[in-house]
Each structure stands twice: as C-alpha cells, then as structure tokens.
C-alpha cells in the first residue's frame, strides 16, 4: 500500500540532546513537508522540500533542520536549540503543483524528559 | 490579525442536524481554500476543496466560498457521531504555502 510512514510514534527528548524523526513516503511525490502541531492550535510549517538536494524553510525553522536526500525520505532533526519541543510533529507529501493536497503520515509525538 | 481563523469551539451538533464550521481569512488574494479533518491523536485528511465562489457539494458535506466577505464554510448535514473531529481550515495566500486555523472541534450527540 502506497503512503507515509513517520517513525518512532512516540520520542522523548533529554536537555541538550538532538533528536531525529523519520519520515518515508513511497507515493512517488516530489514534495515534502514537515509541521508541527501544538495542543488546540492548527499545523505550523517547519521545513519543505519540493525536490530532491534542495529544501526550503517555513515559518518557525529555527531549532530545526532537514536533509532530502532521496525523494523518499525527509528527515526532521530537532536540535538542542530548539528549546520547546514538545508538539505533535507531522510529515506530509504532495504531487507537485498541487501542494495544497497534503496526505499525511501518522504523525510523532514528541516529549521532553 | 491571524491569517486564518476558525472558532475553536467545541461546536455541539445533535445527530442528523446540520452541522456549520467557519473560517475568515484576512488576504484577499488568496485563491485557494482546504477542509481538513482531524480525529484526535491522528493526523489531518483532506474532505473538502473549493476555489470558486459558491457552493460545492460532496456528500453530506458542502463547502461555500464568499470571497468578498472572505470566509468559507463547511456544512455537515445530516451529522452522524462518526463526524466527531477536529476539522481544519486551510487557504493558499497569494502565492505562498498552505495557512492552516487553528481548528474547530465538533462533537456530535448521539
């Protein structure tokens, strides 16, 4: 079956320490998209990359970083600058040029020891 | 100004009522407009789009677009608990990336 796949579903965090979330997708899209959702708030965007080796930031990318290396996989670091990590964190994938018809993963909810 | 809103709520609909959930947005350029649904501790689906004034039927769902008074609705008739859910309001400003509300939660009553 085709879709997203974020891995762990749950990750705890140490002070200090970088984390790293999974996200694969085998739906053959060029474009990916990693948000975060806090508690009764909407998804804000961190990162996107619409091809592969180039990447963009979004609207709250400090504390974070991403890699896209193959077209299947975006992996969404949170580094230790990031100092309120804890939120619901979703990867989500697009055709391009209709980015606005996001299919999401699964989502992983990250914790700070 | 937010660039998208949405009640929060909770929205309390009994079943097989007509549910209604709004959305303003404040850029007028924005050409674009999503409803997705969110089940809690799950990840958002796209329901719904709409680009052109009017209405847009689906089902049990319709999404009605005013953009001279720039909001958009969704409509749930005959409201079923199945419809419980975070349902999220997204729009396209100009040409930037997708703006999501904050989300109204719906709860239907059996």
């Known amino acids: 079956d085709g879709g997203i796949t974020q891995s762990p579903k749950y990750l705890f965090r140490k002070e200090g320490q970088n984390v790293t979330l999974s996200c694969e997708q085998n739906?053959?899209?060029?474009?990916m998209y990693w948000y975060r959702q806090d508690p009764g708030q909407g998804l804000r965007l961190i990162y996107y990359?619409?091809?592969?080796?180039?990447?963009q930031k979004g609207d709250i990318a400090e504390g974070y970083s991403v890699s896209r290396e193959k077209k299947e996989s975006f992996p969404l670091t949170v580094t230790s600058a990031q100092k309120n990590p804890t939120a619901f964190y979703l990867c989500?994938?697009?055709?391009?040029?209709?980015?606005?018809?996001?299919?999401f993963g699964s989502g992983t909810q990250l914790s700070v020891l | 100004q937010k660039e998208v809103e949405q009640n929060s709520g909770p929205l309390s609909v009994p079943e097989g009522a007509i549910a209604s959930l709004n959305c303003t947005y404040s850029?007028?350029?924005?050409?674009?407009f999503f409803w997705y649904r969110q089940y809690s501790g799950k990840s958002p689906e796209l329901i719904m789009f709409?680009?052109?004034?009017g209405d847009k039927e689906d089902g049990r769902f319709t999404a009605q677009l005013n953009k001279a008074s720039q909001y958009v609705s969704l409509l749930i008739r005959d409201s079923q608990p199945s419809d419980s859910a975070t349902y999220l309001c997204?729009?396209?400003?100009?040409?930037?990336?997708?703006?999501f509300g904050q989300g109204t939660r719906l709860t239907i009553n059996p």
């Open positions: 989500a994938s697009s055709n391009r040029g209709q980015g606005e018809k996001l299919f």
């Open positions: 739906l053959n899209h060029d474009a």
């Open positions: 990359s619409q091809i592969v080796n180039d990447f």
């Open positions: 850029d007028r350029g924005s050409q674009s």
């Open positions: 709409i680009y052109s004034n």
């Open positions: 997204a729009v396209i400003p100009g040409a930037q990336k997708l703006v």
